[in-house]
Structures are given as structure tokens and as C-alpha cells.
């Protein structure tokens, strides 16, 4: 099978471009031939809120990626459509996950399907839909999510609540665009397991300069208000007096003004309780912060699906998350880690109750076990079935 995926890679970085390749290298495994294409313009540089929007990691040589996309330029979708359609791959893969894309995607798509002459074999375009619409509000979904939607002959998502978002979506403009209810697939998030080997605590610490007599929460990604490290700053101030070897380790770059949690670190008499790393974490360094933590804690106000949670699994770290979007679908509250309401004083019973109780070896054994549930082939299997329901 023919397969081209449409969405951020090399030189990109981040998660969503780590998904891309690695969805693109279990295509691969599976015998097909695959070519992503990527940006050459992602977002306006006066748009990104970050220091850089590219890696410092070496091009994978394994994959055929071609930089071809501008998000901000409609001639370049008016010429990348109809190449695609002159090539006819069997599947065209648009990775979304901000309304920003919608007109780049839905316009290449409706460029793919379109032809004069129906004996033209036509190409399955099936979205992979890590968000439907934004964290943070945005005018954008409204104008140019349904475009996007109604570009595409399936989806996968990687959550039940992203995939409501498509149906209803759908449901109000069925009329406009007089389409049925589309065809979804969940699969969830796969886990991230090219990280390498599980760092032990204390050669995790050492590479960190940390003391591994610490007990050490770990918030990593990128931080932004909907991500609720407010909330963990609250609860750790709930816990310091009777945890007291237990510290916080922020990894990740600031989307927003750091101060302002600097200053609730102050008010909080948390100074001597929180380390601050404010960058971007490459891969090569993230089994040294997991190898470091003992909970790994994701506060957020908001979330459709985490891929800091998959890499938890990955490493077989308990995970304390809040019970927004998908997240609570995946993390058994009591047996790998806690689900709970986003709300500071529910956050501190569970790090009491996972430090006063040493709840670590028994949500390591059931880790272990249930990671097994999320294999890439599952999700390269939901784009199969997809396509075999599509030429039913």
C-alpha cells in the first residue's frame, strides 16, 4: 500500500512530529511504502511562542520525509493537492490538531478527491485527529474546523471525547454540507518506545545533579495555562509539611510568563522544593527526567489525550492525572495511578496517599502489564479497517 502523511516531522520537533515518524515507521514495518510530507513553513515565526520551532537532532535516515507544505501560502496547497492526486497513494494521512491547518488540509484534500474522470483511481484521506479544537478558545475552530471535517472520508482519534467532538460537530452542519455521520475509529495514544532502556534512579539523578534521597514529582512538557501547574504548586504547598522529601521537577519549555510562577513558588514556601528547568527537553534526555521521577503528575484544566502519559508507560512510571478529555480513560485510578477532578486539594490526597503508603511497586507490577494494550500496529490497524469499511 501507498501511504503519504501530511503533518509536522523533521526538522520539526516536539511530540506531534515524534508521532508522525514513528506512526510512519510502523507503516513502514508492515511492508508498505510510506512518504511524509512535512513544512516548510509551520507557523509564522511571529505566531510560534517558543524559542525555536526546530530540532537539533539529525534527520532520520530511515524515512522518507519531503519539507512541501506552507500553511500560510493557498497557491502551494493549489499545487500540492493536485501532485498528490497525479501520484494516487492508496491512504493520504492529514495529522491535525489546531483549526490554524484546516484550510491547508481540507483544501489539499477536496484537491486529491476531485476529477473529471471517475475511471482515476481516487485515494482514502483518513485524519488523524490528535485535537478537534483548541485549548485555548479560538474563533478559528468555528470558521475552518468544519472545513477541515468535511474534507475527510474518516478519522481516527485517540480518544472517545475527541471523537464526540466529530460526530457533533458533523451532526450541527449536516445540513450545510449534507454528509452523513462520518466514520471514526478510536485508538488510543500508542506508547512511545523508542526512548531507550530504563534509567535506574540513581544514574538518572547523577546525569541530572540531583539528590536521589529526594522523592521527585515530575511535570514535563511544555508549559501553558490549561496544563494546571498552578494547581500542583497549590497541592505541593498542601503536602510540604508532611511529605517533606518530596520535590517538584518542572521540565519544559514556558509558553507564558515563567515570573508568575516564580512567584507563586515564593508564596507558597516551595524555593527550596521546586527545580526549574525551563527548556526544551530533547529525546536523548527524557529516560534521565523519567528515571529521576517517582510520580509523574499532570494537572491539566483541559486535555484531549496526553503523549507524556504514553511515555510514562513507557518507563513504567505511575501517573497522577486529572480526569479532562481522554486522560482518565487510560490511567486506572488506584492501579497504575490516580484520576482525579482538576482541583489542588484532590491532587494532595493522592501524593499523600502514593508517598504515605509506597503505592510505587504495586502501580510499577499493574504498568506493566496493561502497557501491552498500546502498540503502533493497533493503530495502523484502525486506518485498515477504516479503508476496508470505506470500500464496502
Known amino acids: 500500500m501507498k501511504i503519504v502523511i501530511l503533518g509536522t516531522a523533521y526538522p520539526y520537533r516536539g511530540g506531534l512530529a515524534t508521532f508522525t515518524e514513528r506512526l510512519a515507521r510502523q507503516f513502514q514495518d508492515e511492508g508498505n511504502e510510506v512518504e ?19 530540532t537539533t537532532d539529525p534527520a532520520p535516515k530511515d524515512l522518507h520525509i519531503t519539507r ?28 491535525y490538531w489546531m483549526a490554524f491547518f484546516a484550510p491547508l488540509f481540507g ?55 475527541v471523537a464526540k467532538e466529530i460526530k457533533s460537530l458533523n451532526s450541527k ?38 539528590n536521589p534521597n529526594k522523592k521527585y514529582l515530575l511535570f514535563f512538557g511544555l508549559v501553558r495555562a490549561y496544563k494546571g501547574l498552578d494547581l500542583l504548586l497549590d497541592a505541593l504547598e498542601r503536602i510540604k509539611d508532611t511529605q517533606p522529601d518530596v520535590q517538584l521537577l518542572i521540565a519544559g519549555e514556558f509558553y507564558e510568563d515563567e515570573d508568575k510562577y516564580r512567584q507563586q513558588i515564593i508564596r507558597n514556601g516551595l524555593v527550596d522544593r521546586v527545580i526549574l528547568r525551563n527548556e526544551f527537553i530533547p529525546d536523548a534526555d527524557l529516560r534521565k527526567y523519567f528515571g529521576a521521577a517517582d510520580l509523574i503528575v499532570q494537572p491539566y484544566k483541559s486535555a484531549t489525550q496526553s503523549g507524556v502519559t504514553q511515555v510514562a508507560f513507557h518507563f513504567e512510571k505511575p501517573i497522577l492525572v486529572t480526569n479532562v478529555g481522554g486522560l482518565g480513560e487510560i490511567v486506572h485510578h488506584g492501579k497504575m495511578g490516580y484520576a482525579v477532578a482538576p482541583d489542588s486539594q484532590e491532587i494532595a490526597e493522592c501524593m499523600e496517599d502514593y508517598f ?29 479497517q477504516l479503508m476496508n469499511q470505506l470500500h464496502d
Not at 38 to 52: A, E, N, R, V
Not at 183 to 201: C, F, N, Q, T, W
Open 68 to 95: 512541501r507544505l506552507n500553511s500560510c501560502n493557498p497557491f502551494n496547497w493549489l499545487r500540492v493537492g493536485p501532485m498528490l492526486r497525479k501520484q494516487q497513494p492508496d491512504l493520504v494521512i492529514c495529522c
Open 356 to 384: 504515605a503508603h509506597n503505592r510505587q511497586t504495586a502501580f510499577t507490577a499493574y504498568l506493566q502489564k496493561e502497557k501491552v494494550k498500546y502498540g503502533w500496529d493497533r493503530m495502523t490497524q484502525a486506518f485498515v
Open 173 to 210: 452542519l449536516s445540513t450545510l454540507y449534507s454528509k452523513l455521520q462520518p466514520l471514526v475509529a478510536i485508538s488510543p495514544h500508542p506508547i512511545y518506545d523508542h526512548y531507550g532502556e530504563r534509567m535506574s534512579k540513581e544514574e538518572a539523578c547523577a546525569a541530572l545533579h540531583l
Open 36 to 54: 511524509v510530507i512535512t513544512f516548510t513553513i509551520q507557523y509564522p515565526s511571529f505566531l510560534f511562542p517558543g524559542k525555536t520551532q526546530y
Open 107 to 161: 483544501t489539499i484534500c477536496r484537491l486529491v478527491h476531485h476529477s473529471i474522470n471517475s475511471s482515476i483511481h481516487h485515494s482514502n484521506c483518513i485524519a488523524l485527529v490528535h485535537n478537534m479544537f483548541g485549548h485555548e478558545k479560538s474563533i478559528l475552530d468555528k470558521l475552518f474546523a468544519p472545513y477541515f471535517v468535511h474534507s475527510q472520508d474518516a478519522f481516527v482519534t485517540l480518544s472517545d471525547a
